[in-house]
């Protein structure tokens, strides 16, 4: 019954207070998708760590329920757990340990019995074959990281969760990550990862979640928010002072400055129908001149900012394009 | 029950040891060695018998016993401390592996390396003294039960302490105190009445006693009464420990 279901995990009014006061998860309701690459995002102490480690049994819930494969993750700790696996966000590791032993420990703790070839070929898979004798201690902190996915996939888990994976490694190494995420999206391992860089989410996930203040508040396909992640700015620096906006322009969206010395047209560069080129010769044809012209796209934390206040006036507190 | 996960921790553990072999097996030795030449030798040779044994044959049972409990107790919480200290921890609590199996895979592992040591300084004795065990199953039954009883309180400890400090101060400042003044070196009657008295009050004491007996026949108290102690003792470990992953104490936020 439960492998043949959509979602693989359920979170039902998931709260988690740390102390006696300090709420890190508010309410949250997710499903995750059998499959699916979901990336979370949000700021530093949203809420994300706190997410993934009450899934993988790391952090003790205050209330609400989660599922595994329809599994409740309290009741039947050993399937639910077995079936995860876990790259944290700090690079943890017995330094003194080399990476074939630490990575065997790691199939042994979630219950699998030895399998070498199985080890040989997850280090293969993450160029640490030749490294699988070196101390951990020895190792790079790219390479390191990478230990802690071989670790994480070597019981075979079902389910990934990637924190901050690419966070502190290089443009090359970032991208063998994005390679090593659609690889296993292909062999059907369910991922999940937070994340802080916008272009990493557009580049691996199918669905995209927002967390701010411990709470959830927008989950949609990738698509539909890099439509809203793809609106610009032209900004027009004027040689002189504009006294108005010329009714020809009505069908563009124009702002003018306080000071008349700055106009700002905010567009879609997704849009199809949008040709930035018609906008410009319809200025010269007005003969609006200006000094200096430069483009600006919202930046993430701009993003998120926004997302909250629409958040605040949305009862539910969850948007979805759904 | 998750036995691979119970055998790679053990087999972990144990591999810290054969990475530290001259800190596990050689230091002992050479300090087990030293006791006896200057309590065996140069002290020992002016005190002819203590109880109808040798001094050197009468301290045996306290060397051991010291080892035991310090070994125990530095093995088990260094055990569990490190990966708390290291970040590594995280794997343990998100493995589908429960607190009983962590628990048998931390103190197997530091049981298992104390009662190897406990054997080896029982060599090294046998190399100044001449040895005599009168109940071997008995000798090995309360090495065994000692050796888990303060694994599981090492293992207590490693969970309590949250810097290294916490972690040293219990068997520098507590145990090594009472094994030396448990009898280990010295048989009580030789100590004033006030203090034979008090001497009863030392836990180390019951342990130290009864492990001499199963090599002598000499001991302080009943024999049944220092593996009750052992007895009880664990009972309150694995209870305490039991509370510890009931709510998730130090390890599970």
Request: aromatic fraction near 6%; glycine fraction near 4%.
């Given at each position: 019954m439960s492998s043949s279901s959509k979602n693989i995990i359920k979170i039902q009014s998931l709260n988690k207070v740390y102390g006696?006061?300090?709420?890190?998860?508010?309410?949250v309701n997710l499903d995750i998708r059998r499959g699916e690459v979901l990336a979370l995002l949000g700021p530093n102490g949203a809420g994300k760590t706190t997410l993934i480690s009450a899934i993988c049994g790391i952090v003790r819930p205050s209330s609400g329920v989660i599922t595994v494969d329809g599994h409740d993750i309290q009741r039947n700790f050993r399937i639910t757990r077995s079936l995860i696996g876990l790259v944290p966000?700090?690079?943890?590791?017995?330094?003194?340990?080399t990476v074939w032993n630490t990575v065997s420990f790691s199939r042994g703790l979630f219950g699998?019995?030895?399998c070498p070839d199985h080890i040989e070929a997850v280090l293969r898979s993450l160029s640490l074959w030749d490294k699988?004798?070196?101390?951990?201690?020895?190792?790079s902190g790219g390479m390191k990281r990478r230990v802690l996915i071989a670790k994480a996939l070597s019981h075979e888990p079902r389910i990934l969760f990637l924190d901050?994976?690419?966070?502190?490694?290089d443009v090359s190494l970032r991208k063998d990550m994005w390679k090593i995420v659609e690889d296993l999206k292909t062999q059907g391992v369910t991922i999940i990862l937070t994340t802080h860089y916008i272009e990493e989410a557009e580049e691996i996930a199918d669905r995209i979640g927002v967390i701010n203040h411990g709470k959830l508040i927008l989950i949609e396909e990738k698509n539909a928010l890099m439509s809203k992640l793809g609106k610009k700015q032209l900004l027009l620096e004027l040689t002189k002072p504009l006294d108005n906006i010329p009714?020809?322009?009505?069908?563009f969206d124009l702002v003018l400055s306080e000071d008349q010395h700055l106009l700002t047209y905010t567009f879609d560069?997704?849009?199809?129908?949008?040709?930035?080129s018609e906008f410009l010769i319809k200025i010269q044809s007005h003969s609006i001149q200006y000094k200096d012209l430069r483009t600006k796209q919202s930046s993430l934390e701009e993003i998120f900012v926004t997302l909250v206040q629409e958040a605040e006036g949305d009862k539910e507190g969850v948007i979805t394009a759904e | 029950m998750n036995i691979y996960g119970v055998i790679a921790i053990f087999n972990y553990e144990m591999a810290r040891m054969k990475r530290t072999l001259i800190q596990s097996i050689v230091a002992p030795v050479v300090t087990t060695s030293l006791y006896f030449v200057v309590f065996g030798a140069a002290i020992g040779s002016r005190i002819q018998q203590v109880e109808g044994v040798s001094y050197g044959a009468f301290i045996v049972p306290g060397l051991v016993m010291l080892s035991l409990l310090t070994n125990s107790i530095s093995n088990a919480s260094f055990g569990i401390y490190f990966p708390k200290f290291s970040g590594t921890v995280y794997e343990m609590l998100s493995a589908p592996i429960s607190a009983m199996e962590v628990v048998l895979g931390y103190v197997g592992a530091a049981a298992t390396k104390s009662v190897i040591l406990a054997m080896i300084i029982l060599a090294t004795a046998g190399v100044f003294i001449e040895l005599e065990i009168r109940h071997p199953v008995l000798m090995l039954l309360f090495v065994f039960l000692t050796a888990t009883s303060f694994s599981l309180f090492g293992f207590i400890l490693g969970i309590w302490a949250d810097n290294f400090e916490k972690l040293s101060v219990v068997p520098t400042l507590l145990i090594t105190p009472l094994v030396f003044l448990g009898g280990s070196f010295y048989s009580?009657?030789?100590?004033?009445p006030i203090w034979q008295t008090i001497a009863?009050?030392?836990?180390?004491l019951y342990l130290v006693s009864g492990l001499r007996w199963s090599f002598?026949?000499?001991?302080?108290?009943?024999v049944l009464v220092s593996l009750s102690c052992i007895g009880v003792f664990t009972c309150l470990c694995l209870l305490v420990i039991a509370i510890i992953f009931r709510t998730g104490y130090r390890l599970r936020a």
């Open positions: 006696s006061d300090f709420e890190a998860l508010k309410g966000q700090e690079l943890t590791t017995d330094s003194f340990e699998k019995e030895p699988k004798d070196n101390m951990l201690r020895t190792l901050e994976p690419t966070a502190g490694v009714s020809e322009f009505q069908n560069s997704a849009s199809e129908s949008h040709d930035i | 009580t009657e030789m100590l004033p009863l009050m030392n836990p180390v002598y026949e000499i001991s302080e108290v009943n």
